[in-house]
Protein backbone atom coordinates (compact mmCIF):
# COMPACT_ATOMS: atom_id res chain seq x y z
CA UNK A 1 0.00 0.00 0.00
CA UNK A 2 1.72 3.68 -0.72
CA UNK A 3 0.86 6.62 0.44
CA UNK A 4 0.45 10.64 -1.67
CA UNK A 5 2.49 12.90 0.52
CA UNK A 6 2.66 16.78 -0.83
CA UNK A 7 5.02 19.01 0.44
CA UNK A 8 3.88 22.78 0.82
CA UNK A 9 5.21 25.43 0.11
CA UNK A 10 6.38 23.42 -3.15
CA UNK A 11 3.64 21.26 -4.75
CA UNK A 12 6.12 18.71 -4.62
CA UNK A 13 4.23 15.59 -4.82
CA UNK A 14 5.61 11.61 -4.16
CA UNK A 15 4.60 8.14 -2.75
CA UNK A 16 5.88 6.19 0.44
CA UNK A 17 5.06 3.01 0.69
CA UNK A 18 3.30 1.85 4.54
CA UNK A 19 6.22 1.35 6.79
CA UNK A 20 8.67 3.66 5.10
CA UNK A 21 9.77 7.33 6.53
CA UNK A 22 8.43 10.37 4.75
CA UNK A 23 12.27 11.16 4.67
CA UNK A 24 13.40 7.69 3.15
CA UNK A 25 10.69 8.10 0.53
CA UNK A 26 11.35 11.87 -0.64
CA UNK A 27 15.33 10.81 -1.16
CA UNK A 28 14.14 8.04 -2.68
CA UNK A 29 11.89 9.96 -5.19
CA UNK A 30 14.59 12.60 -5.61
CA UNK A 31 13.84 15.23 -3.21
CA UNK A 32 15.86 16.32 -0.31
CA UNK A 33 14.35 17.30 3.20
CA UNK A 34 16.99 18.35 5.73
CA UNK A 35 18.02 15.58 7.52
CA UNK A 36 21.19 14.49 10.00
CA UNK A 37 20.95 11.92 12.54
CA UNK A 38 18.18 9.96 10.32
CA UNK A 39 17.57 8.90 14.09
CA UNK A 40 15.04 10.61 15.71
CA UNK A 41 17.83 12.82 17.74
CA UNK A 42 18.30 15.85 16.24
CA UNK A 43 15.35 17.26 15.14
CA UNK A 44 17.12 18.57 11.71
CA UNK A 45 14.07 17.35 9.74
CA UNK A 46 11.51 18.70 11.87
CA UNK A 47 8.49 19.86 10.01
CA UNK A 48 4.38 20.29 10.37
CA UNK A 49 1.60 17.32 9.37
CA UNK A 50 -0.94 19.65 7.59
CA UNK A 51 -3.68 16.96 6.90
CA UNK A 52 -3.15 13.21 7.25
CA UNK A 53 -2.15 10.86 9.67
CA UNK A 54 1.44 9.64 10.58
CA UNK A 55 2.80 7.31 13.33
CA UNK A 56 6.67 6.64 14.35
CA UNK A 57 7.73 2.43 14.64
CA UNK A 58 7.16 1.10 18.01
CA UNK A 59 3.87 3.18 18.43
CA UNK A 60 6.03 6.41 21.03
CA UNK A 61 7.49 9.57 19.96
CA UNK A 62 10.84 10.15 19.37
CA UNK A 63 13.19 11.08 21.87
CA UNK A 64 13.30 14.55 20.46
CA UNK A 65 9.79 15.05 19.94
CA UNK A 66 7.33 16.41 23.02
CA UNK A 67 4.24 15.72 23.32
CA UNK A 68 3.42 19.84 23.32
CA UNK A 69 4.76 19.40 19.49
CA UNK A 70 2.95 16.46 18.29
CA UNK A 71 -0.38 17.93 19.60
CA UNK A 72 0.35 21.06 16.95
CA UNK A 73 1.28 18.34 14.31
CA UNK A 74 4.93 18.79 14.67
CA UNK A 75 6.72 15.55 13.09
CA UNK A 76 9.88 14.37 12.93
CA UNK A 77 9.96 12.71 9.37
CA UNK A 78 12.84 10.81 9.13
CA UNK A 79 10.95 8.57 11.69
CA UNK A 80 7.55 9.47 10.86
CA UNK A 81 5.56 7.27 8.46
CA UNK A 82 2.63 7.55 6.72
CA UNK A 83 -0.73 5.94 7.60
CA UNK A 84 -2.96 8.10 5.20
CA UNK A 85 -1.99 10.57 2.42
CA UNK A 86 -0.35 13.88 3.54
CA UNK A 87 0.08 17.09 3.15
CA UNK A 88 3.68 18.29 5.17
CA UNK A 89 4.94 21.60 5.53
CA UNK A 90 8.99 21.15 5.31
CA UNK A 91 12.05 23.14 4.24
CA UNK A 92 13.38 21.47 1.10
CA UNK A 93 17.10 21.78 0.20
CA UNK A 94 17.48 23.31 -3.68
CA UNK A 95 20.91 24.02 -3.54
CA UNK A 96 24.63 23.85 -1.74
CA UNK A 97 24.15 26.60 0.43
CA UNK A 98 21.28 25.37 2.10
CA UNK A 99 23.87 22.21 3.85
CA UNK A 100 26.13 23.44 6.04
CA UNK A 101 29.86 21.20 6.06
CA UNK A 102 30.29 19.17 9.23
CA UNK A 103 33.49 17.18 10.34
CA UNK A 104 32.16 13.84 11.46
CA UNK A 105 34.27 10.36 12.62
CA UNK A 106 34.09 7.47 9.85
CA UNK A 107 35.29 4.00 10.14
CA UNK A 108 35.99 2.18 6.84
CA UNK A 109 34.05 -0.98 6.41
CA UNK A 110 34.84 -2.27 3.17
CA UNK A 111 38.33 -2.00 1.14
CA UNK A 112 37.56 -3.15 -2.54
CA UNK A 113 40.43 -3.02 -5.07
CA UNK A 114 38.57 -2.39 -8.42
CA UNK A 115 41.41 -2.47 -10.58
CA UNK A 116 45.23 -2.09 -10.42
CA UNK A 117 45.27 1.54 -9.20
CA UNK A 118 41.54 2.34 -7.87
CA UNK A 119 40.53 1.49 -4.23
CA UNK A 120 36.63 0.94 -3.47
CA UNK A 121 36.28 2.42 0.34
CA UNK A 122 32.90 2.15 1.64
CA UNK A 123 32.61 4.43 4.91
CA UNK A 124 30.55 4.38 7.82
CA UNK A 125 29.41 7.18 10.02
CA UNK A 126 28.08 7.20 13.62
CA UNK A 127 24.92 5.03 14.61
CA UNK A 128 22.85 8.12 15.22
CA UNK A 129 24.82 10.20 12.15
CA UNK A 130 24.05 10.67 8.50
CA UNK A 131 26.03 13.11 6.27
CA UNK A 132 23.22 15.16 4.20
CA UNK A 133 24.89 15.89 0.78
CA UNK A 134 23.36 16.63 -2.81
CA UNK A 135 24.49 13.65 -5.55
CA UNK A 136 27.94 14.91 -7.04
CA UNK A 137 29.61 16.90 -3.88
CA UNK A 138 33.11 15.84 -2.06
CA UNK A 139 34.10 15.03 1.51
CA UNK A 140 37.77 15.92 2.45
CA UNK A 141 39.41 13.59 4.79
CA UNK A 142 41.21 14.94 7.39
CA UNK A 143 44.63 13.77 7.53
CA UNK A 144 46.92 13.73 11.21
CA UNK A 145 49.32 15.93 10.43
CA UNK A 146 46.68 18.79 9.34
CA UNK A 147 46.84 18.36 5.71
CA UNK A 148 43.35 17.41 4.12
CA UNK A 149 42.39 15.36 0.45
CA UNK A 150 39.20 15.69 -1.47
CA UNK A 151 36.95 12.83 -2.77
CA UNK A 152 33.81 12.54 -5.02
CA UNK A 153 30.98 10.76 -3.62
CA UNK A 154 30.18 8.26 -5.70
CA UNK A 155 26.56 7.15 -3.84
CA UNK A 156 23.52 8.90 -4.25
CA UNK A 157 21.78 10.77 -1.24
CA UNK A 158 18.90 8.43 -0.89
CA UNK A 159 21.49 5.36 -0.65
CA UNK A 160 23.71 6.56 2.31
CA UNK A 161 23.83 4.21 4.99
CA UNK A 162 27.69 4.01 3.76
CA UNK A 163 29.72 7.00 1.60
CA UNK A 164 31.39 5.50 -0.98
CA UNK A 165 34.60 6.94 -2.34
CA UNK A 166 36.93 5.66 -5.24
CA UNK A 167 40.62 6.35 -4.40
CA UNK A 168 43.09 6.22 -6.89
CA UNK A 169 47.10 5.67 -6.40
CA UNK A 170 48.68 8.51 -7.08
CA UNK A 171 52.57 8.85 -6.89
CA UNK A 172 53.57 10.55 -3.13
CA UNK A 173 49.74 10.64 -2.67
CA UNK A 174 49.49 11.44 1.01
CA UNK A 175 46.10 9.31 1.95
CA UNK A 176 46.12 6.95 -1.23
CA UNK A 177 49.66 6.05 -0.21
CA UNK A 178 47.83 5.10 3.24
CA UNK A 179 45.02 3.16 1.52
CA UNK A 180 47.27 1.34 -0.58
CA UNK A 181 49.94 1.22 1.77
CA UNK A 182 48.30 -1.36 4.65
CA UNK A 183 45.10 0.48 5.42
CA UNK A 184 42.80 -2.39 7.08
CA UNK A 185 39.22 -2.25 7.16
CA UNK A 186 37.78 -0.59 10.04
CA UNK A 187 40.28 2.13 10.22
CA UNK A 188 39.03 5.12 11.78
CA UNK A 189 39.28 8.35 9.58
CA UNK A 190 37.61 12.09 9.89
CA UNK A 191 35.88 13.95 7.45
CA UNK A 192 34.69 17.12 6.25
CA UNK A 193 32.09 17.73 4.22
CA UNK A 194 29.94 17.83 1.86
CA UNK A 195 31.50 20.70 -0.43
CA UNK A 196 30.92 21.85 -4.08
CA UNK A 197 28.96 22.97 -6.59
CA UNK A 198 28.78 19.84 -8.91
CA UNK A 199 25.16 18.67 -8.80
CA UNK A 200 22.39 18.44 -10.95
CA UNK A 201 20.22 20.68 -11.95
CA UNK A 202 16.89 19.50 -11.64
CA UNK A 203 15.23 22.97 -12.79
CA UNK A 204 16.25 22.16 -16.43
CA UNK A 205 14.52 19.43 -18.87
CA UNK A 206 17.76 19.19 -21.49
CA UNK A 207 19.03 16.35 -22.32
CA UNK A 208 22.08 15.79 -20.64
CA UNK A 209 25.87 14.77 -21.54
CA UNK A 210 28.38 13.53 -19.22
CA UNK A 211 32.19 13.23 -19.45
CA UNK A 212 33.93 11.55 -17.12
CA UNK A 213 38.00 10.92 -17.27
CA UNK A 214 39.46 8.19 -14.67
CA UNK A 215 37.64 8.96 -11.42
CA UNK A 216 35.76 11.40 -12.76
CA UNK A 217 33.42 8.70 -13.22
CA UNK A 218 32.84 8.34 -9.58
CA UNK A 219 30.60 12.00 -8.82
CA UNK A 220 28.77 11.13 -12.28
CA UNK A 221 28.14 7.71 -11.05
CA UNK A 222 26.30 9.42 -7.80
CA UNK A 223 24.36 11.88 -9.64
CA UNK A 224 22.91 9.30 -12.04
CA UNK A 225 22.29 6.48 -9.77
CA UNK A 226 20.46 10.26 -7.76
CA UNK A 227 18.45 10.78 -11.51
CA UNK A 228 18.01 6.93 -11.80
CA UNK A 229 16.32 6.77 -8.17
CA UNK A 230 14.32 9.89 -8.79
CA UNK A 231 12.84 8.49 -11.91
CA UNK A 232 14.21 11.43 -14.09
CA UNK A 233 13.25 11.34 -17.88
CA UNK A 234 15.55 13.15 -19.69
CA UNK A 235 17.81 11.60 -22.18
CA UNK A 236 21.37 10.64 -20.06
CA UNK A 237 24.44 10.42 -21.94
CA UNK A 238 27.72 9.16 -20.20
CA UNK A 239 31.13 9.37 -22.15
CA UNK A 240 33.36 7.48 -20.01
CA UNK A 241 37.20 8.15 -20.98
CA UNK A 242 40.15 6.51 -20.11
CA UNK A 243 43.53 5.76 -21.09
CA UNK A 244 43.70 1.66 -21.48
CA UNK A 245 40.90 -1.06 -20.79
CA UNK A 246 41.54 -1.73 -17.64
CA UNK A 247 41.28 1.84 -16.19
CA UNK A 248 37.55 1.72 -17.04
CA UNK A 249 37.37 0.45 -13.40
CA UNK A 250 33.73 -0.68 -13.19
CA UNK A 251 33.10 -1.89 -16.73
CA UNK A 252 30.37 -3.35 -16.31
CA UNK A 253 27.88 -1.32 -14.74
CA UNK A 254 27.03 1.56 -17.16
CA UNK A 255 25.92 -1.32 -19.31
CA UNK A 256 23.75 -2.41 -16.49
CA UNK A 257 22.19 0.92 -16.50
CA UNK A 258 21.41 1.34 -20.17
CA UNK A 259 19.49 -1.77 -19.90
CA UNK A 260 17.58 -1.09 -17.28
CA UNK A 261 16.96 2.54 -17.87
CA UNK A 262 15.56 3.29 -21.54
CA UNK A 263 16.82 7.10 -21.56
CA UNK A 264 20.69 6.08 -20.12
CA UNK A 265 23.00 6.00 -23.28
CA UNK A 266 26.47 4.77 -22.22
CA UNK A 267 29.98 5.28 -24.59
CA UNK A 268 33.27 4.34 -23.59
CA UNK A 269 36.46 5.60 -25.20
CA UNK A 270 39.82 4.76 -24.84
CA UNK A 271 42.96 7.40 -25.44
CA UNK A 272 45.58 4.61 -25.27
CA UNK A 273 44.22 0.87 -25.71
CA UNK A 274 47.17 -1.61 -24.64
CA UNK A 275 47.47 -4.17 -27.99
CA UNK A 276 45.75 -7.17 -25.58
CA UNK A 277 42.70 -5.00 -24.92
CA UNK A 278 41.23 -6.26 -27.73
CA UNK A 279 38.90 -3.03 -27.71
CA UNK A 280 36.72 -2.39 -31.11
CA UNK A 281 35.20 0.61 -29.36
CA UNK A 282 35.89 4.49 -29.86
CA UNK A 283 39.42 5.39 -29.81
CA UNK A 284 40.63 9.14 -28.78
CA UNK A 285 40.10 11.92 -26.59
CA UNK A 286 36.85 11.44 -24.49
CA UNK A 287 35.45 15.03 -25.35
CA UNK A 288 36.16 14.57 -29.03
CA UNK A 289 34.60 11.55 -28.73
CA UNK A 290 31.46 13.75 -27.90
CA UNK A 291 31.84 16.60 -30.08
CA UNK A 292 31.51 13.77 -33.27
CA UNK A 293 28.38 12.74 -32.38
CA UNK A 294 26.66 15.90 -30.98
CA UNK A 295 28.58 18.67 -33.04
CA UNK A 296 25.78 21.48 -31.73
CA UNK A 297 25.44 21.37 -27.84
CA UNK A 298 23.19 24.60 -28.19
CA UNK A 299 20.05 22.73 -26.48
CA UNK A 300 22.11 20.50 -23.91
CA UNK A 301 23.33 20.43 -20.27
CA UNK A 302 27.19 19.35 -19.58
CA UNK A 303 28.11 17.47 -16.66
CA UNK A 304 32.51 17.34 -16.35
CA UNK A 305 34.51 15.30 -13.85
CA UNK A 306 37.93 14.67 -14.04
CA UNK A 307 41.67 16.26 -14.55
CA UNK A 308 42.07 19.71 -14.78
CA UNK A 309 43.79 19.31 -18.83
CA UNK A 310 40.51 17.42 -19.59
CA UNK A 311 37.96 19.79 -18.13
CA UNK A 312 40.01 22.70 -19.58
CA UNK A 313 40.14 21.07 -23.50
CA UNK A 314 36.90 20.30 -23.11
CA UNK A 315 35.24 23.18 -21.82
CA UNK A 316 36.83 25.54 -24.59
CA UNK A 317 35.90 23.54 -27.49
CA UNK A 318 32.25 22.63 -26.28
CA UNK A 319 31.75 26.59 -26.41
CA UNK A 320 33.13 27.12 -29.60
CA UNK A 321 30.20 24.13 -30.41
CA UNK A 322 27.53 26.16 -29.47
CA UNK A 323 27.61 25.36 -25.62
CA UNK A 324 26.24 27.98 -23.14
CA UNK A 325 28.82 28.54 -20.62
CA UNK A 326 25.59 28.66 -18.33
CA UNK A 327 24.78 24.67 -18.84
CA UNK A 328 28.39 23.32 -18.37
CA UNK A 329 28.70 22.41 -14.86
CA UNK A 330 32.43 20.84 -14.00
CA UNK A 331 34.19 19.10 -10.86
CA UNK A 332 38.07 19.92 -11.99
CA UNK A 333 39.66 17.11 -9.94
CA UNK A 334 42.70 20.00 -8.62
CA UNK A 335 40.91 19.94 -5.67
CA UNK A 336 41.27 16.09 -5.56
CA UNK A 337 45.14 16.23 -5.95
CA UNK A 338 46.60 13.87 -3.46
CA UNK A 339 50.07 14.57 -3.78
CA UNK A 340 52.24 16.29 -1.58
CA UNK A 341 51.82 20.06 -1.89
CA UNK A 342 54.16 22.50 -3.90
CA UNK A 343 56.66 23.87 -0.97
FE1 LIG B 1 17.60 13.87 13.25
FE2 LIG B 1 15.24 13.42 12.11
S1 LIG B 1 15.63 13.82 14.16
S2 LIG B 1 17.17 13.66 11.13
Redesign the pocket.
Known sequence: MSYRIKIEPSGHTFLAEAGESVLAAALRHGLAIP???????????MGKVVEGDIHYPGGDL?E?LDEKEDAVGQA????AEPTSNLVIEVREVRDTADIAPRKLPCRVVDMTQLNHDVMRLLLKLPDQDRLQFLAGQYVDILLRDGRRRSYSLANAPHDDALLELHVRNVDNGVFSGQVFGGMQEKALLRLEGPFGNFFLREDSDRPVLFVAGGTGFAPIKGILEHAFAANLSRPLHLYWGARTRQDLYLPDLPGRWQVEHPNFSYTPCLSEPAPGDHWDGRIGLVHNMLLADYPNLADYDVYMAGPPGMIEAARRDFQDHGLDPERLFSDSFEHALDGEPPA
Open positions: YSCRGGTCTTCPALFCL
